[in-house]
């Protein structure tokens, strides 16, 4: 690791508020994809796909996200059941939640990214800073176990929680109560585009009620429907 690499690294763990056992962790975490197989040369028989970049630990960083972000919701809010409770939990583990946190971070500066990765934007995609966010949560996991983790959580999430004097409502179901509750026709939702590369894809989607219309791009065509959903809200309460 060069010495550039490794200022980096520790910047972002003074930001963090947390010290590395095992610094590749970390490291290993701020790795996408491009930049995995870029280092491995493309090579056709690299191990597997993905293989050195920080899919694994965003596999592991979203359970235990999950896992403490429920156990934490149950200590604010005993009196909540379920429904309650897993409303407020898709808004705080939501895409957009993620990448406004990993933004506060200034975790995309710290992505290594293929350069021409890097020269399309990829850095700074929400579901890439999103993904990296996780991954880097789930390295504190491996590295130092629930405590450090949950106490990131707590420090991380905190305001977006207290922000909830009530149960969020998904954007979709929203606008399907408001156009419903005027006896208008439910959205019609449409994927108007498309693009990007395969790793991190860009959809468009617009939804179009109540004579007006709304766009949303995101990662994934369920976050861009939401997305569109809440441009739409906008537009008919104001």
Do not use: C
């Not at 005993?78 to 898709?90: D, F, H, V, Y």
């Not at 946190?101 to 995309?108: G, K, Y």
């Not at 350069?115 to 590295?143: M, Y």
């Not at 999430?157 to 149960?167: E, G, I, M, V």
């Amino acid at each position: 690791m060069s010495d550039a690499a490794r200022f980096r690294l520790e910047e972002l763990e003074v930001r963090l508020g947390y010290r590395f056992v095992n610094p590749d962790l970390l490291q290993e975490a701020l790795t996408h994809r491009s930049a995995a197989h870029q280092k491995a040369g493309g090579r056709k028989r690299q191990k597997a796909k993905g293989a050195g970049s920080n899919e694994r630990l965003e596999f592991i960083g979203d359970r235990v996200l999950g896992l403490l972000m429920a156990e934490w919701l149950l200590e604010r809010f005993p009196n909540e059941q379920e429904g309650a409770l897993g409303s407020r939990l898709a808004h705080l583990v939501s895409r957009v939640s993620l990448a406004e946190i990993a933004d506060r971070l200034d975790l995309p500066q710290s992505l290594t990214v293929a350069a021409h990765e890097a020269r399309a934007g990829v850095q700074t995609a929400a579901n890439v800073v999103a993904d990296a966010l996780e991954a880097v949560l789930g390295a504190v996991f491996l590295d130092g176990g629930l405590e450090p983790a949950r106490q990131m959580v707590r420090d991380w999430w905190r305001s977006a929680l207290d922000a909830q004097a009530h149960p969020p409502k998904d954007p979709k179901t929203a606008l399907q109560e408001w156009v419903l509750g005027r006896g208008q026709s439910l959205p019609v939702y449409e994927t108007i585009g498309a693009d990007g590369p395969s790793h991190a894809p860009l959809f468009v989607v617009r939804v179009t009620a109540g004579g007006l219309f709304g766009e949303g791009r995101a990662g994934s065509k369920r976050a861009a429907e939401s997305a569109a959903a809440a441009d739409l809200l906008e537009k008919l309460e104001g």
